[in-house]
């Protein structure tokens, strides 16, 4: 899942140091991932970019207090988590966040193939915690003890959250995977 | 769930779909049902990891400060609460010290034999400052100074010790005539007591006489 924990450990180590390009390095490694799950979770790729550069300053100031360096990856997305719903509440005080009011944002995404579109638009109706979920089981690929410990969430709960999305997903897109053939 | 009771969900989008054996997906696949369900999940994460990442708009970059020395008066303007605090209880402090200098009783023998023009300045001199000359001048200065003060503190030295001595020797004096007056006193009582003694005794004396004869 995570090939290069060692080479983060070090980096890890010498940030922690004060090597602030050992750490711009880390940077240069997980912020295509981070940018993509704040996006896939905020909808917004300016709000994702602004929460990115917010999440990887807090990181610095904190990589000291980070213990294991080899858990790096579990603290950055818990950072990114917090942050993401920091904003959340920030600029949306009165109303919960079901993501439902973002439907212009996500559709002025990119959208190079018209499949992307319809898995965008699927995603939608995922309830916040559903969508965080998928984003981190599918499309980060942590398993759910790892899920469990950047979300502060029970692995039962995770599953739950999980497995209820896809199946909102799979019903949002059958008609398109009828049209496909099985493997 | 399947025949072996494995969540078809957890095996696909669950931790374990690369350790599953092939033998066990086969099993699966002799299930009609199983195998459809197995096709659409399989078919879904297809879907779902179809869509790609992003590359983010812009890159982050965290820049080391430069490193540069503040001025004095920055780190003093830097202060924190009670850093000022303390900067102005020393303030205060220095001022009572220097007014207490300033304001000190000056020693009238000490300026009055200090000459002020008894030694050439070299400021006043010369058209440029040696630094020689003045430290030799605030020498001279000092030392002139030092030696007047020196001898005033001597005289008022000997003035106190010749009033001390006369004080002692005073009352010693008075000591010994106190004494001398009272070993007279008691030299006199002593003298009348006998010549009392001594004229009840010739008394007596005339007395017997007279009855003898």
């Known amino acids: 899942m995570i090939p290069r924990v060692a080479e983060d450990k070090d980096l890890v180590l010498a940030a922690q140091r004060g090597d602030i390009e050992s750490f711009n390095r880390l940077i240069e490694r997980w912020e295509k991932r981070i940018f993509n799950y704040l996006l896939r979770i905020l909808g917004d790729r300016e709000d994702a ?13 904190k990589i000291r207090s980070l213990q294991d360096a080899e858990r790096f990856s579990y603290w950055l997305f818990r950072i990114a988590h917090n942050e993401a719903y920091s904003l959340v509440r920030k600029s949306r005080p009165e109303e919960e966040w079901t993501g439902q009011g973002d439907g212009p944002e996500w559709s002025r995404r990119m959208a190079p193939v018209e499949v992307s579109l319809a898995i965008e638009a699927a995603l939608e109706r995922l309830t ?19 899920i469990g410990e950047i979300l502060g969430t029970p692995v039962s709960t995770i599953k739950s959250r999980l497995y209820t999305g896809l199946e909102v997903l799979k019903q949002a897109l059958e008609p398109r995977l009828e049209k496909r053939p099985a493997e | 769930m399947d025949k072996n009771g494995r969540d078809l969900r957890d095996l696909v989008f669950g931790d374990e779909l690369a350790r599953t054996p092939e033998a066990e997906l086969q099993a699966i696949n002799e299930h009609p049902e199983r195998q459809e369900e197995l096709n659409r999940l399989l078919q879904l994460r297809e879907a779902l990891l179809s869509l790609e990442d992003e590359e983010p708009p812009r890159r982050t970059v965290l820049v080391a400060p430069p490193v540069v020395a503040n001025p004095w008066w920055k780190a003093v303007l830097g202060f924190t609460s009670p850093g000022w605090g303390f900067a102005g209880a020393m303030a205060l402090a220095a001022a009572i010290l220097a007014h207490g200098w300033l304001a000190r009783p000056a020693s009238e023998a000490l300026v009055a034999k200090v000459p002020p023009a008894s030694i050439a300045s070299p400021v006043a001199s010369g058209n440029s400052v040696d630094l020689a000359d003045l430290n030799a001048h605030i020498d001279a200065l000092l030392q002139q100074r030092l030696l007047g003060a020196v001898t005033d503190v001597k005289a008022e030295l000997r003035q106190e010790h010749q009033k001390e001595a006369k004080q002692l020797v005073a009352a010693a004096e008075q000591r010994l005539q106190e004494q001398h007056d009272a070993e007279m006193f008691q030299m006199r009582e002593a003298v009348t007591f006998i010549q009392k003694k001594y004229g009840r005794q010739m008394v007596a ?9």
Do not use: T
């Open chain 1, 49 to 61: 970019m602004d929460v990115c550069q917010e999440v990887f300053l807090k990181a610095y100031q």
């Open chain 2, 205 to 213: 004396n005339v007395a017997f006489i007279g009855e003898q004869q």
């Open chain 1, 128 to 146: 916040p915690e559903q969508r965080e979920a998928v984003v981190l089981k599918v499309y980060q690929g942590f398993k759910f003890e790892e």
